[in-house]
T-cell receptor, first 110, second 113 residues
Framework: DAKTTQPPSMDCAEGRAANLPCNHSTISGNEYVYWYRQIHSQGPQYIIHGLKNNETNEMASLIITEDRKSSTLILPHATLRDTAVYYCIVNMDSNYQLIWGAGTKLIIKP | NAGVTQTPKFQVLKTGQSMTLQCAQDMNHEYMSWYRQDPGMGLRLIHYSVGAGITDQGEVPNGYNVSRSTTEDFPLRLLSAAPSQTSVYFC????????????FGSGTRLTVV
């Protein structure tokens, strides 16, 4: 079972920063946090991942708390095209497979 | 560079029919996998492969077969379609066994009547 808790839905105004929370209180020391998104039933798209340091790439920033029990994905200037379901994943089974939860549906409003 | 290509995009099958969903990638990734996604849910792993000639079962393998004769191709076979297999199927490839950098295909929407 997925070891993450995400809100089922969130709204954000276009042009503002979208902050998507994820709780993973049972994360173990060597487990990474991965973020993917899925736009309108397309195939999921990799966004970013991290272990304990904050990470940033051209798509987003990932902030992981010091105790690693939660994280936040930040889309700095959300656009309408960022409307999607965002998945926070920290669970991989013994065969290194991702375990997907239901994610957060992010709606960007004009 | 096409990434991961899945065919067909849509398919309707009658119960008991068999078919093969095709998946091809041109990124020379060793790792490939098949998922199904039911409405409102996350993806569930069906089968995966860590290289040509090597496959293994995921979370929901029953009713599906796979083979991996080349690095590029990873077809998924439905042996005897059932209405419970109505779903959207995604193929993915990755350069590593870790969770980063998966590239997904655009999916196959399968309806079994």
């Amino acid at each position: 079972d997925a070891k993450t808790t995400q809100p089922p839905s969130m709204d954000c105004a276009e042009g503002r920063a979208a902050n998507l929370p994820c709780n993973h209180s049972t994360i173990s020391g060597n487990e990474y946090v991965y973020w993917y998104r899925q736009i309108h039933s397309q195939g999921p798209q990799y966004i970013i991942h991290g272990l304990k340091n904050n990470e940033t790439n051209e798509m987003a920033s990932l902030i992981i708390t010091e105790d690693r029990k939660s994280s936040t994905l930040i889309l700095p200037h959300a656009t309408l095209r960022d409307t999607a379901v965002y998945y926070c994943i920290v669970n991989m089974d013994s065969n290194y497979q991702l375990i997907w939860g239901a994610g957060t549906k992010l709606i960007i409003k004009p | 560079n096409a990434g991961v290509t899945q065919t067909p995009k849509f398919q309707v099958l009658k119960t008991g029919q068999s078919m093969t969903l095709q998946c091809a990638q041109d990124m020379n990734h060793e790792y490939m996998s098949w998922y199904r996604q039911d409405p409102g849910m996350g993806l569930r792993l069906i089968h995966y492969s860590v290289g040509a000639g090597i496959t293994d079962q995921g979370e929901v393998p029953n009713g599906y077969n796979v083979s991996r004769s080349t690095t590029e191709d990873f077809p998924l076979r439905l042996l005897s379609a059932a209405p419970s297999q109505t779903s959207v199927y995604f193929c993915a490839s990755s350069y590593s066994l870790g969770g980063e950098g998966y590239t997904f295909g655009s999916g196959t929407r399968l309806t079994v009547v």
